[in-house]
């Protein structure tokens, strides 16, 4: 049984690590503010929740409960994708650049006039024009 529960462990923390490592890998290859925050938020946020899993396991075949761990988990899984977006929305609304294949902007038009942010290589387009 306890064989079984080390290998739970381990696939826990080396999967952690794997999509904490697709993250890293994505933060480097996309090629504007928004993918990399996309990057960031989806696979570095599972890997830390595995990672925290797996040790909250080991803890757990070691006899101690511990709810920090557990609460941990919470708090990273709500208060990322919440952060990333509110820091991706304050990009763009500031007008940070799009990369220059991105043909649909969503957010454009979301704005009051006097807010729109500016860019001179994207035009604004609706799902519903493609």
Same mark, same amino acid.
Request: aromatic fraction near 8%; include cysteine; charge should be negative.
């Given at each position: 049984?306890?064989?079984l529960?080390?290998?739970?462990i381990s696939?826990c923390?080396?999967l952690? *690590?794997f999509?904490s +490592? ?19 938020? @989806?696979? !570095?946020?599972l890997?830390?929740? %595995? *990672?925290?899993?797996?040790?909250f ?13 557990? %609460?941990?988990?919470? %708090? =990273? %899984?709500?208060? !990322?994708? *919440? ?7 304050? !990009? /763009?609304?500031?007008? =940070? ?9 969503? +957010? /454009?038009?979301?704005?009051?006039e006097? =807010? @729109?942010?500016?860019?001179?290589? =994207? ?8």
């Amino acid at each position: 049984m306890s064989s079984l529960i080390e290998i739970l462990i381990s696939i826990c923390i080396i999967l952690g *690590v794997f999509l904490s +490592l697709i993250g890293s890998i994505g933060i480097l290859r996309l090629k504007d503010a928004y993918g990399r925050m996309h990057a960031a938020t @989806k696979s !570095a946020t599972l890997g830390i929740i %595995f *990672v925290i899993i797996g040790t909250f396991f080991m803890f757990l075949m070691r006899g101690e409960l511990l709810l920090q761990l557990l %609460f941990a988990i919470v %708090f =990273v %899984f709500l208060t !990322a994708p *919440v952060a990333a977006m509110i820091i991706s929305r304050s !990009a /763009h609304r500031i007008g =940070v650049e799009l990369w220059e294949n991105t043909e649909i902007d969503e +957010l /454009h038009d979301s704005y009051p006039e006097h =807010v @729109k942010p500016t860019r001179s290589d =994207v035009v604004a387009e609706k799902p519903s024009d493609r």
